[in-house]
């Protein structure tokens, strides 16, 4: 049994599932080019995936989608400059990112994170800029990894070191407003799942700017403090989010449970309307929020939306790509 699940309610969730709306694309998980990958795409399938939108670690795009049939739409990473770098940096940032779509690459992914402290240089450093534009015109959108959890300040950052949670999110409205033809997707609702209204602001100022519903326990966690106004949320912005597991393969350990337990969790947090213990450990989710420990709390969306966000909405910005390079 993976080592992040409660060993108490496993039998509870991992039944059969049964075949949800439609068929789902994981907008959002990591592979390595291993065995775990064959894994996941086994039991993914189980839970009605048909896609999955995979950030490379191992791989290049044209391994990862000839191995699997297409399966897979493969995300590179962008690179970031150092803080002296020349501009000739641009010129091979751009012809590495050409030679990523040409081999299958949909989309780029950056992150603006203190994970590793305070960055040196920023996301929104000119000659990344410039970068994105180049990719805006190849036809691939990106990813941005916002900040984290922000309960983590300051129980694990000190804001005196790192600066506080709203300095990450800044570049990224830079970039928004810097590159309007570049699609950008906030990667675990934008960093803030615990301000909706935050989002909405957002979504409402910038027309190339969505959000995806990755990372099981952080969705699960803030999603489930306010059910209704969860719900409103989604519903508000349902041509405008996409589901997504945020699974990394290589972390499975090689077990079964690791997969089913994060798409389980997911669907019954889309799907359903009652509350259940999470199998997820989960040591955020405290009293007073939750004093009986880690819970999913069910939004019940209606199918329409369900079918947006498992499917339509990532199909819809994945063609707009392909369109573009033809």
């Not at 000839?66 to 995300?75: E, V």
């Not at 700017?209 to 719900?231: H, I, N, P």
């Not at 089913?260 to 989710?285: G, K």
């Amino acid at each position: 049994m993976h080592t992040s699940l409660i060993a108490e309610y496993r039998d509870r969730y991992l039944l059969t599932p049964e075949p949800p709306v439609c068929g789902i694309i994981d907008f959002h998980m990591h592979v390595n080019n291993g065995a775990e990958d064959d894994i996941y795409v086994r039991i993914a399938g189980e839970y009605g995936v048909v896609g999955a939108c995979a950030m490379l670690h191992q791989a290049t795009p044209m391994q990862i989608r000839g191995k699997y049939s297409g399966f897979f739409y493969p995300i590179a990473w962008l690179r970031m400059p150092s803080a002296t770098e020349s501009r000739e940096w641009i010129a091979t940032e751009v012809k590495r990112i050409t030679r990523a779509a040409e081999q299958g690459a949909v989309a780029l992914k950056l992150r603006s994170t203190c994970k590793e402290g305070r960055p040196s240089v920023w996301i929104d450093h000119p000659y990344i800029l410039e970068v994105l534009a180049e990719a805006a015109r190849l036809g691939l959108f990106i990813y941005i990894h916002i900040a984290e959890p922000s309960c983590w300040w300051p129980q694990r950052f000190d804001p005196a070191v790192v600066g506080a949670k709203i300095e990450y999110l800044y570049p990224v409205e830079t970039i928004l407003k810097c590159c309007p033809e570049l699609q950008v997707v906030g990667a675990h609702l934008g960093g803030y799942p615990e301000e909706l209204e935050r989002l909405d602001s957002m979504l409402g100022i910038y027309s190339n700017y969505s959000l995806d519903l990755s990372a099981t326990k952080w969705m699960v966690r803030e999603l489930g403090r306010d059910v209704a106004k969860s719900r409103n949320f989604i519903e508000r912005n349902q041509e405008r989010l996409y589901f997504g597991s945020d699974l990394v393969s290589f972390l499975s350990e090689g077990q079964e449970d690791y997969f089913r337990s994060r798409l389980a969790v997911l669907r019954h947090l889309f799907e359903q309307e009652s509350v259940i213990p999470s199998m997820i450990i989960d040591p955020d989710a405290l009293a007073p929020d939750y004093p009986a420990g880690p819970e999913v709390r069910g939004l019940g969306l209606d199918e329409k939306i369900l079918c947006k966000i498992y499917r339509d909405n990532a199909l819809r910005i994945l063609g707009r790509g392909v369109s573009a390079r033809r």
